[in-house]
């Protein structure tokens, strides 16, 4: 397994964490934390069961922590798909 696909909610909490970032920290660094989440992108298809399984909150999700955000996915056939990127604040729009 070697692919991920990212739902339109994962680009609009992209969208939403960079944002976020250039006004809280300034560009440079909200780019660096933006290049961060690609890089968990690619690494998470090579080894999706490594990740927590969080069945207690959605059915069929695993979760990878980035940085103050969880990277939230789902596992379909040979591809990774990035459901949500969020906070521990906000964990409650995932349910």
């Known amino acids: 397994m070697a692919s991920y696909r990212l739902s339109e909610e994962a680009k609009n909490d992209l969208i939403r964490i960079h944002h976020y970032g250039v006004q809280r920290f300034g560009m440079a660094q909200a780019d660096r934390y933006f290049e961060d989440f690609f890089s968990y992108f690619e690494m998470i298809p090579e080894r999706p069961y490594s990740f927590e ?8 999700y695993r979760r990878c922590v980035c940085g103050a ?20 604040q906000d964990l409650s729009k995932l349910l």
């Open 53 to 60: 399984s969080v069945e207690f909150l959605k059915e069929g």
């Open 69 to 88: 955000d969880s990277i939230y996915f789902k596992i379909n056939q040979d591809t990774v798909e990035i459901m949500a990127i969020i906070g521990r």
